[in-house]
T-cell receptor, first 114, second 114 residues
């Protein structure tokens, strides 16, 4: 069964550094999402992406964050200057173009900012 | 704004016993409803979903859930748990009007005693 893949599984970075989290969505999916889960807290929506542009973003997704689909397969989340509070598990998800298709999640990237 | 409440943070159940996880939501219309499971170190796996129609839905791994509009609930059940069911379970709601993005509950961690 096709799946969403995320790399790396764990990323450690120093405060102020830029990080790029990578995702390969399921190949025929059209909608892409990033969520994050701070340890012990809820899974929170960050951003949705469709037709090569952001369709919605949350308050968390400020100017430090950006997303990109640089080619036909990858979907990346960039944090320009990481802060300690960015430490979390980041999940990528994708879904097909059918209206009620469910989100399929990757295994996540655990980001640790020191 | 939509919200999801999972009243039980932790549940401990004996292997072979039945399991019920509660989920209540607040939404202006009937949302799409989902249950996801997260095993340690893993991503979010879809257990089942409800969009419309029969209010009792069957999912993978022997799970089922029942949508009760009058109670704004979507409780997850399994008649007989297995040790491998130990995980964290998340209820989530979404809607076409919200771009199908999901709002998650806080999760319920299930521990299975031998």
């Amino acid at each position: 069964e096709p799946e969403v893949t995320q790399t790396p599984s764990h990323q450690v970075t120093q405060m102020g550094q830029e990080v790029i989290l990578r995702c390969v969505p399921i190949s025929n999916h059209l909608y892409f999402y990033w969520y994050r889960q701070i340890l012990g807290q809820k899974v929170e929506f960050l951003v949705s992406f469709y037709n090569n542009e952001i369709s919605e973003k949350s308050e968390i997704f400020d100017d430090q964050f950006s997303v990109e689909r640089p080619d036909g397969s990858n979907f990346t989340l960039k944090i320009r200057s990481t802060k300690l509070e960015d430490s979390a598990m980041y999940f990528c998800a994708s879904r097909a173009g059918v209206e009620n298709s469910p989100l399929h999640f990757g295994n996540g990237t655990r980001l640790t900012v020191t | 704004a939509q919200s999801v409440t999972q009243p039980d943070i932790h549940i401990t159940v004996s292997e072979g016993a039945s399991l019920e996880l509660r989920c209540n939501y607040s939404y202006g219309a009937t949302p799409y409803l989902f249950w996801y499971v997260q095993s340690p170190g893993q991503g979010l796996q879809l257990l089942l979903k409800y969009f419309s129609g029969d209010t009792l839905v069957q999912g993978i791994k022997g799970f089922e859930a029942e949508f009760k509009r009058s109670q704004s609930s979507f409780n997850l059940r399994k008649p007989s748990v297995h040790w491998s069911d130990a995980a964290e379970y998340f209820c989530a709601v979404g809607h076409r009007a919200a771009g199908n993005k999901l709002t998650f509950g806080g999760g319920t961690r299930v521990l299975v005693k031998p």
